[in-house]
């Protein structure tokens, strides 16, 4: 079953716009993932944020995680057509031995030009 | 350096019949981990396999099995096909079994008449 919960689950907004998306998890982490998947093809790893970090930055990136809620959130900032996508939080749940991670339903970002 | 790698790309099976799946880690890579991801939904994990031993196992059936080979390649096998078994099947790629980062391979596209 899916850890995770995403919202929204489609979003379209215009390029040059900020897009957010939300995360929302039920078991205590390790850390948690956020990556992308263009057309149903593989998935790219955009940026981890362990459980004792409340905000990380990578280029136009920008996540959040608030444990005591059990959420996060991913920020696109000045959107480009090419950051059309579907958008995955996982989450490396506490006691995971392995890499196993869980996934999300994921947000659908488009992007017009 | 090449990413990962799987074959075949697209596969139509009938119902009742086996399929076998696979994947080539990033050179250095010692773990590989299985995800089925049913149109519309997250990645939900199936298997992790580090230094050709199961690491971990997601909750699907017996019908899945995999393994993974001295050079680090594995191999997803599924027995007796359902028409739920149609997804896209993903495999991904670490150094070690808990990296924190995972690369994905582009994905097996399995159908299931």
Redesign the interface.
Known sequence: ??Q?EEDPQALSIQEGENATMNCSYKTSIN?L?W?RQNS??????LI?IRSNEREKHSGRLRVTLDTSKKSSSLLITASRAADTASY?C?T?ALGN??????????TELSVKP | DAG?TQSPTHLIKTRGQHVTLRCSPISGHK?V?W?Q?V???????IF?Y?EKEE??R??FPDRFSARQFPNYSSELNVNALLLGDSA?Y?C?S?FV???????????T?LTVT
Do not use: C, M, W
């Not at chain 2, 149109?39 to 994990?45: D, E």
């Open positions: 079953s899916q995770g850390n993932q990556y149903g093809r593989g998935l790219v790893h981890l995955f996982a490396d031995q392995g890499g196993k991670l869980i996934f999300g339903q994921g | 990962v773990s981990s995800y991801q149109l519309g939904q997250g990645p939900q994990f992790q580090y690491r971990g997601g909750n896209l993903l991904a670490s079994t808990r990296s924190y980062e995972q690369y994905f391979g582009p994905g596209r």
